[in-house]
């Protein structure tokens, strides 16, 4: 069952930036690209009781006039509508009840989502008297809590996960979530809906997802996939330029919860800043990537056409050049089969373990090519290997002095790694550690 989305909405100060931090402990960053929506964190994982839910921030507003704030509240609303099964409200309890939380409840209202209502900034045992003004924003019973101090917010947590359908957020899935990614118009709906028609939807939509945003399993040659956050995709003729805007942030969303990104190209236009721009999203978050160029129909064929293009993804996303290329036409159906087929393969490689004694084996040989760095007389030792983590695959390299390991040595590692083991299209990441 997939993950239950919780968006955080309320009023610029009122508190939940901080109650986001000590929730999830970290902060998510994307590269700001959207004028007048200045974010810094927007999707984070976080559990409680067991339970694995996400939070979306829905933030990012600049106080400005009231007016302002209002519409952009408006945007708020409507975003989390669209993405969330929960709408977490936050106010201010310093302030009490201030009109714009009452237009603000009544936005929230309309969208017939679960509501939980937090009063912040109740820092203290004794309850003051005008917290009980909240009961009149109709949204049940205020929680009164204090996000800087921690105070009540196992009580908060959960009325949240109360609020979650019947079984949402308890266990992970067995199926490769995949995300397609890429510009406007590259295609994405045209190849998710060949995917969709071709291959048996099992249940859809999912419990635990909201209305709006659906997570669409499907399953192809006895495996299982799951698209995720399509249908605002697909929804695409319906968006008004707000939701436009938040168009990054659900492409954010949609990135974290998967375990593949399908990057899609168009074959007419080539790497565009837009594309350098989603790529690097991707590849940040430790993805899977699958880059797939779409409208190969409308690319006049020479010999060296497909290398041509290699040759420019390969210089313009230097960054992923682990990521396998597929060249698809959706409009014919050209190798469509191929995109499912990669994504199970780059999850795959993704989840892989490499055996210590293998890795060591490698490592040493490699280190017998190639000396290792040194610096003033002393020499890189790399005393042993071992890989730690999966999804993205993390190697620690436990080693006697961590700044005689040069960039240009990892990365002849990793060279080596790769070509031993393979992992296409997963990033890998390493950790030194000095012995002691
Ligand atoms: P946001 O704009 O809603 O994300 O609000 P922030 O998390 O940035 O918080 C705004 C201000 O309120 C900051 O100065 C916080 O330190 C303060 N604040 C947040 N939570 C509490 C709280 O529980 N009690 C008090 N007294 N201040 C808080
Ligand atoms: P999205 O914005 O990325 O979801 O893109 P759409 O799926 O809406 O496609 C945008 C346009 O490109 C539509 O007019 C599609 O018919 C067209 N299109 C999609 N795939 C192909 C393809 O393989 N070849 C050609 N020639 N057109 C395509």
Same mark, same amino acid.
């Given at each position: ?64 006039? *009231? !007016?302002? +704030?209002?519409?952009?509240? =408006? %945007?708020? &609303?409507?975003?989390? /509508?669209? #993405?969330?099964?929960? $709408? ?5 309890? *310093? !302030?009490? +009840?201030?009109?714009?939380? =009452? %237009?603000? &409840?009544?936005?929230? /209202?309309? #969208?017939?989502?679960? $509501? ?6 109740? !820092? ?18 205020? $929680? ?293």
């Amino acid at each position: 069952m997939s993950k239950p989305l919780v968006a955080v909405v309320g009023r610029p100060n009122v508190g939940k930036s901080t109650f986001f931090n000590k929730v999830v402990g970290k902060r998510v960053s994307i590269v700001e690209d959207t004028p007048g929506v200045t974010r810094d964190r927007i999707y984070a994982e976080a559990e409680w009781s067991g339970i694995h839910f996400a939070l979306i921030d829905t933030g990012g507003i600049e106080p400005e006039s *009231k !007016d302002v +704030i209002l519409s952009q509240m =408006r %945007e708020q &609303a409507e975003a989390a /509508m669209d #993405t969330s099964d929960v $709408i977490l409200f936050m106010v201010d309890g *310093k !302030d009490g +009840i201030t009109a714009s939380d =009452r %237009e603000v &409840a009544a936005m929230l /209202m309309k #969208t017939g989502k679960k $509501i939980v209502l937090a009063v912040n900034k109740i !820092d203290t045992a004794k309850i003051p008297d005008d917290f009980y003004d909240f009961y009149e924003l109709g949204l049940g019973e205020p $929680i009164p809590v204090s996000a800087a101090n921690m105070l009540n917010l196992g009580d908060l947590l959960d009325r949240i996960i109360e609020s979650f359908p019947q079984g949402a957020g308890q266990e992970e899935e067995d199926s490769v979530k995949i995300a397609m990614i890429g510009k406007p118009n590259v295609g994405k709906s045209s190849l998710i809906n060949k995917l969709l028609g071709e291959n048996r939807v099992i249940v859809s939509p999912i419990a635990g997802t909201t209305r709006d945003s659906i997570d669409t399993p499907f399953e192809k040659d006895g495996e299982r996939y799951l698209l995720i956050d399509t249908a605002g995709i697909r929804r695409r003729s319906k968006v008004s330029e707000n939701i436009e805007k938040f168009s990054v942030v659900r492409a954010v969303a949609a990135i974290e919860r998967c375990d593949v990104c399908m990057l899609m190209i168009d074959a007419q236009d080539g790497i565009t800043e837009q594309d350098k721009k989603i790529a690097g999203i991707a590849h940040d978050a430790g993805k899977g990537i699958v880059i797939v160029v779409n409208k190969w129909d409308l690319i006049d064929k020479e010999t060296n056409t497909m290398n041509t293009f290699r040759k420019e993804i390969a210089k313009e996303l230097a960054f992923m050049s682990y990521a396998p290329i597929v060249f698809i036409s959706v409009l014919t159906g050209q190798r469509v089969d191929n995109v499912i087929k990669m994504a199970r393969y780059v999850a795959e490689n993704r989840a892989m373990r490499v055996p210590t004694g293998q890795l060591n084996n490698l490592v040493s040989d490699a280190m017998m090519m190639k000396q290792p760095p040194s610096d003033k007389g002393r020499r890189l030792k790399i005393y042993y290997v071992t890989q730690v983590g999966v999804k993205p695959p993390l190697f620690s390299f436990k080693v006697n002095s961590r700044s005689l390991m040069h960039f240009s040595y990892a990365r002849y590692m990793e060279n080596k790694i790769r070509e031993a083991f393979g992992f296409e299209g997963t990033s890998i990441k390493f950790v030194f550690r000095e012995k002691g």
